[in-house]
């Protein structure tokens, strides 16, 4: 019976020691998200004068502490984002250098994994050069998991380290969606460099994230370096020589271009196909008609919808669906024109 009693008495002492803790847990937070609201609206009108040029900085008068620093750095984070001003941008973006490089550097080298991911985001938005050095530290000498790796990658590339440019040059075992992430961060400038400079000495997956991000540049100053790819070894890289000729619409090699009709990849025929109907030169009409017998189906779509593109285009597919002896060429010539007439009717 006593056993018991003084069971109960445990218990109940220890079910009062936990409500009094949680009580206590919640009075914290609660007076914390308190001083963070004050905080916010302090540090918002700060952040609003920066923008406006009514100041250059934070005052020293302000107190400085943990919870200063986060709330900072969710406000300069949303004005940024806020902000299309690159002259504003750039304020809040020292301003954030000036405050929050001290903590940042110590968290890279002791906070937790989810801290150090997390100053690793924030150094890359606010694009801290003052940080550069660190992170081509951690990049050098530390074991990181590999989100940490690849975020401290994208940063150094945001900051344009020319150290991680020359290991790229390197054709390090990066995944291809890594280099394609660095390169879109370098611009369009370096892109020009190693196209002409370094294509060659750079692996294929290098090569083709490359040119994959010069393509999506649409940088006209490019059409010539992709010109000159043509009649590269690697079949990869003609097939991106050839992407970028559709997207620019435009090129010197109007003559070399024809030997892709009759390519071993089906792949550069279709892009000789759509490469054909984008520029509309006569020379092309006759290819264009053999590749409606092609054996794949995207390279004759490819050819019926370029014919479909040129003056006596609908014309020709007409002929062909009267007068070919190949299915192929006639089922694909019948289908555009169905489809031609179809919009015609549309239109009227």
């Known amino acids: 019976m006593t056993y018991l009693i003084s069971l109960i008495m445990i218990l109940f002492l220890l079910n009062i020691t936990l409500l009094i803790y949680l009580l206590i847990r919640k009075n914290y937070h609660q007076r914390k998200q308190i001083r963070k609201m004050e905080l916010e609206k302090e540090v918002t009108l700060l952040i609003e004068e920066i923008a406006r040029n009514k100041r250059e900085g934070i005052p020293s008068s302000v107190k400085r502490s943990f919870l200063f620093y986060e709330v900072l750095q969710e406000i300069i984070s949303h004005y940024i984002q806020l902000f299309n001003d690159q002259e504003t941008s750039s304020a809040l973006k020292q ?7 001290v903590l940042y550097r110590k968290k890279l ?14 150094i890359e ?14 990049y050098e000498t530390k074991k990181q998991t590999e989100a940490e790796k690849y975020q401290i990658i994208r940063a150094l590339a945001t900051l344009h380290d020319k ?3 020359d290991q790229i040059k390197g054709s ?3 995944p291809y969606f890594l280099f394609k992430e ?4 370098y611009g369009v400038e370096p892109l020009h460099f190693l196209i002409e400079n370094c294509l060659t000495d750079l692996s294929e997956r290098v090569q083709v994230a490359l040119l994959d991000v010069a393509i999506e540049s649409k940088d006209l100053k490019l059409s010539s370096l992709f010109d000159e790819l043509l009649l590269a070894d690697s079949p990869e890289v003609r097939i991106r020589a050839l ?3 559709f997207v620019f619409g435009a090129t010197s090699k109007e003559q070399e271009l024809v030997q892709f009709q009759s390519s071993d990849h089906w792949v550069e025929r279709m892009l000789f196909a759509r490469i054909a109907g984008k520029l509309k030169l006569q020379r092309y009409c006759e290819l264009l008609v053999k590749l409606l017998s092609d054996s794949s189906w995207w390279v004759r779509q490819a050819a019926a919808e370029s014919l479909a593109r040129y003056e006596s285009g609908l014309f020709i597919l007409e002929f062909v669906y009267e007068t070919s002896k190949d299915k192929f060429a006639r089922d694909t010539a019948y289908q555009w024109l169905g489809e031609a007439v179809g919009q015609n009717v549309d239109n009227e």
């Open 172 to 174: 390090p075992d990066w």
């Open 125 to 138: 938005d606010f694009e801290m050069k003052v940080l550069r050095g660190d992170l081509w530290l951690e």
């Open 163 to 165: 150290r991680l440019l």
């Open 182 to 185: 660095c390169f879109r961060r």
């Open 109 to 122: 080298r002791k906070g937790s994994w989810s801290e150090r991911m997390n100053v690793l985001y924030y």
């Open 95 to 101: 301003v954030a250098s000036d405050e929050l490089s």
């Open 243 to 245: 992407k970028a000729i």
